[in-house]
């Protein structure tokens, strides 16, 4: 498989997570919407349709859209990201740059479907959280240990996924997802998944949206750095104690 396809697997795949992902997020937050206040267990179910849709849609490169997947396997000692994808720097590279590039057309295509709404809306915290994730409760140390042990939850099962004879497959990703969301998303939202938080908040940054106010990047390294630790401690754990 020539890295061009895997790039344009993971890019679509990304970004019809972000699309589902903030399109729920718009449709419970955002002024006037059929879905408003409809809460976080819709915010969820959102997601994990999200995660089983994108996870179709790039099955050619494994599905990974996630970083944090794709490092992850690469500290679990694997091969191969995909059948006929071998693990190298250039892979890499295009796994990551395709997954980051397709979070920020998902925002964008989220603010595309909800214009109107965004534009009704005045409350920057709501305009900024269809994007991004934001703690509860601010305290960056204890927001990245909800982080690192969330999507090392994510990595570490999904790794396990290769390992068992199920065939639900992306069906067993959205659940896993909705579970994380359920039982581990309250302190930050659950970002578990650097390009998921940081793709969308560029979104928010450059696109024309009234009344919003910052992007938050003080708090934007946590959503990144946290799932990164997680999914590369999963691979390293995965790789001594079970594969």
Same mark, same amino acid.
């Given at each position: 498989?020539?890295?061009?396809?895997?790039?344009?697997?993971?890019?679509?795949?990304?970004?019809?997570?972000?699309?589902?992902?903030?399109?729920?997020?718009?449709?419970?937050?955002?002024?006037?919407?059929?879905?408003?206040?409809?809460?976080?267990?819709?915010?969820?179910?959102?997601?994990?349709?999200?995660?089983?849709?994108? #996870?179709? $849609?790039?099955?050619? =490169?494994?599905?990974?859209?996630?970083? /944090?997947?794709? !490092? %992850?396997?690469?500290?679990? +000692? @694997?091969?191969?990201?995909?059948?006929? #994808?071998? $693990?190298?720097?250039? =892979?890499?590279?295009?796994?990551?740059? /395709?997954?980051? !590039? %397709?979070?920020?057309?998902? +925002? @964008?295509?989220?603010?595309?479907?909800?214009?109107?709404?965004?534009?009704?809306?005045?409350?920057?915290?709501?305009?900024?959280?269809?994007?991004?994730?934001?703690?509860?409760?601010?305290?960056?140390?204890?927001?990245?240990?909800?982080?690192?042990?969330?999507?090392?939850?994510?990595?570490?099962?999904?790794?396990?996924?290769?390992?068992?004879?199920?065939?639900?497959?992306?069906?067993?990703?959205?659940?896993?997802?909705?579970?994380?969301?359920?039982?581990?998303?309250?302190?930050?939202?659950?970002?578990?998944?650097?390009?998921?938080?940081?793709?969308?908040?560029?979104?928010?940054?450059?696109?024309?949206?009234?009344?919003?106010?910052?992007?938050?990047?003080?708090?934007?390294?946590?959503?990144?750095?946290?799932?990164?630790?997680?999914?590369?401690?999963?691979?390293?754990?995965?790789?001594?104690?079970?594969?």
């Amino acid at each position: 498989m020539s890295l061009g396809t895997v790039f344009v697997s993971e890019l679509a795949g990304t970004a019809i997570l972000l699309l589902f992902g903030c399109g729920v997020v718009a449709n419970v937050a955002l002024n006037k919407t059929k879905g408003l206040n409809g809460g976080f267990l819709l915010v969820n179910f959102g997601w994990a349709i999200g995660v089983f849709s994108g #996870v179709y $849609v790039a099955y050619r =490169s494994g599905g990974h859209i996630n970083p /944090a997947v794709t !490092l %992850g396997l690469l500290a679990s +000692g @694997v091969e191969e990201y995909a059948p006929n #994808v071998d $693990v190298s720097l250039a =892979s890499t590279a295009v796994y990551l740059s /395709a997954q980051f !590039l %397709g979070a920020f057309l998902g +925002g @964008v295509l989220t603010w595309a479907s909800y214009k109107k709404h965004f534009d009704d809306t005045t409350e920057p915290e709501a305009l900024l959280g269809v994007f991004s994730t934001g703690p509860a409760i601010r305290s960056p140390l204890w927001n990245t240990v909800t982080e690192v042990i969330g999507t090392f939850v994510l990595v570490f099962v999904i790794l396990t996924f290769g390992q068992t004879p199920s065939g639900l497959g992306p069906l067993a990703a959205a659940l896993l997802v909705l579970g994380i969301g359920n039982s581990l998303g309250g302190p930050t939202g659950y970002a578990i998944n650097p390009a998921r938080d940081l793709g969308p908040r560029v979104a928010h940054a450059v696109l024309p949206i009234p009344h919003k106010g910052s992007s938050d990047w003080s708090y934007s390294w946590v959503p990144v750095a946290g799932p990164i630790i997680g999914g590369v401690l999963a691979g390293l754990v995965g790789n001594a104690f079970v594969f």
